[in-house]
């Protein structure tokens, strides 16, 4: 993993390199306004000032923003665990949610008696006619779920 330093948007985003990792927006007193991941820092970062489009909740912060710090990641994965890591530490002011929140997740297998069509994964952890097994932690949008610790 290696560090880009803090450039100064727009014009710097081309010197941001292609790569997978984590972004931060600073404002002027170096304070950090969001921070994201990317599979391409460039092109990611670069989105913000060209047209908002259904984000135009975001032009608050991008008119405050004073520089963008590059992290690059090897991997993408990498980069969500980093920007999970980072998360936990602070959660800055215009992050909704603190990334690769865990979600609890059961599956649910039917005791009814009929021929079996499948599990179903559930946030839920039991009904009358079905038992379930977990809870297994899952990071929020992203692949299969874990044991729980």
Do not use: K
């Amino acid at each position: 993993m290696g560090q880009a330093g803090p450039v100064t948007p727009p014009a710097a985003v081309a010197s941001l390199p292609r790569a997978p990792g984590v972004y931060r927006f600073r404002d002027a007193r170096g304070g950090v306004l969001y921070l994201g991941r990317a599979v391409n820092l460039r092109r990611r970062v670069a989105s913000y000032w060209g047209g908002l489009g259904s984000r135009g909740h975001l032009a608050p912060m991008v008119a405050r923003i004073a520089g963008v710090q590059a992290l690059v990641c090897d991997s993408e994965h990498e980069a969500a665990w980093l920007e999970r890591n980072l998360l936990e530490r602070r959660l800055p002011r215009w992050n909704r949610t603190a990334g690769g929140e865990e979600v609890p997740v059961y599956i649910r297998l039917d005791l009814r008696p009929r021929p079996c069509t499948g599990c179903c994964p559930s946030r839920t952890p039991r009904t009358a006619c079905a038992a379930r097994t977990g809870a297994w932690r899952r990071l929020a949008g992203s692949g299969p779920a874990t044991v729980p610790r």
